[in-house]
């Protein structure tokens, strides 16, 4: 296969340098363009990012040119890694400038006609963009992934959901400092402390999760009829967001049989064939305290999502924790599946 080239937008910032790692070596694609700030723009990417994951910048994106975030791009497929006020309007543009665009920003998730992916949930939901083209007028498509915290909730409900229904899902999540991108969280914020608050975090995880879990009946998407309540919380942890869940059944089921809901999850076959997929899509743990962000938010490479603490609760028919890598699976890695899907359903 001809490799398509990528541009990825805003790849100073923690997203983007997940983008740069990811796309090395990557079988399907080639970066051709990186984009940043007025701050960025001009400078060789060695100069102007401020490097935050292991290991030192490939030597083949710091010698690239940062440029500006536009239309000019010699690209095919965008990755954008763009805060959600810029991304709102320019990745529209792009789209309608024939990009086809794999947006991590929040901005145009709920739109109707823009398909909001996690393939191993929703991969059906790929054909919306069929729609949006026809309805915008565009051969480009904007394709976006969910909130990093909605990530592995949705994905760990999507098993219950099939199997058993659901009735209300209660959450409180403890997410990661790197969720707040760089500089984020102020060190004196964070430290010795927890914040409960994250702006517009709770009404994201109440609503993006009923679209993913909605039904594409050909025209649009009917969202799933559930209700969920959710805390959110930024605690001290580098990566990896975690999230105590507790959940109604339609129809009640024994711990056993969710557990083996869980660790028996397989998705459609196409996404197992995608590059950036793991081999194993959900991992149970049977230790009582485990998954921990520090032990565990690098297995599959930062792509298997992780449930643990799998109970029967006291007044809810089951309680479990999740943990899902934020800027791997919950962004970088969740974009680059997006994309491979699309490409291997003849979508783009
Ligand atoms: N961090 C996560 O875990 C996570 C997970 C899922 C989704 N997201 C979403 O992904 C996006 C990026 O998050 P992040 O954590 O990587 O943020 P970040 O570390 O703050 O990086 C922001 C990036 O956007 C660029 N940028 C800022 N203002 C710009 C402008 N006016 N024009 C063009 N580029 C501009 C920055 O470039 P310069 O460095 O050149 O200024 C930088 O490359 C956000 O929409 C975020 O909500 C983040």
């Not at 580098?238 to 969710?258: K, N, Y």
Request: hydrophobic content about 40%; proline content about 5%; some cysteine.
């Amino acid at each position: 296969m001809k490799k398509r080239k990528v541009a990825i937008l805003g790849a100073t910032g923690l997203v983007g340098q997940r983008f740069v790692k990811l796309l090395e070596g990557h079988p399907w694609f080639e970066v051709s363009a990186l984009t940043g700030s007025a701050r960025s723009v001009g400078q060789s990417y060695y100069d102007c990012c401020k490097w935050h994951l292991p290991g030192r910048i490939p030597k083949w994106a710091g010698t690239m040119s940062v440029q500006p975030s536009q239309s000019s791009l010699d690209a095919e497929i965008i990755f954008s890694a763009l805060p959600s006020d810029i991304a709102s309007t320019l990745e529209l543009e792009l789209a309608a400038d024939g990009y086809h665009v794999f947006s991590n920003a929040s901005s145009n998730r709920m739109a109707p006609d823009v398909p909001l992916l996690i393939p191993e949930v929703n991969s059906d939901h790929a054909e919306l963009v069929r729609l949006q083209r026809n309805k915008r007028g565009w051969n480009g498509t904007i394709v976006t992934n969910c909130n990093c915290t909605a990530t592995g909730v949705t994905l760990s409900l999507k098993p219950l959901y099939d199997d058993y229904g659901l009735k209300r899902v209660f959450l409180t999540s403890m997410q990661a400092l790197s969720g707040a991108g760089h500089p984020g969280v102020s060190s004196l914020d964070a430290i010795d402390n927890i914040v409960p608050f994250i702006d517009g975090e709770e009404q994201k995880m109440q609503s993006e999760p009923l679209k993913m879990l909605g039904r594409f009946d050909g025209t649009q998407i009917v969202q799933a009829d559930f209700g969920i309540s959710a805390h959110c919380n930024r605690v001290p942890v580098s990566d990896g967001h975690m999230v105590c869940v507790t959940v109604e059944l339609d129809r009640s089921a024994s711990v056993e049989q969710i557990y083996t809901s869980f660790s028996s999850f397989c998705p459609d076959e196409i996404v197992s064939q995608l590059p950036s997929s793991p081999r194993e899509f959900i991992r149970v743990f049977a230790e009582e305290d485990r998954p921990q962000p520090k032990l565990d938010r690098q297995t599959g490479d930062g792509m298997t999502t992780m449930v643990g603490r799998v109970l029967a609760d006291s007044m809810l028919h089951v309680r479990y924790v999740v943990l899902s890598h934020n800027t791997i699976k919950g962004a970088a890695g969740g974009s680059l599946q997006n994309a491979e899907l699309l490409l291997k359903k003849g979508l783009i």
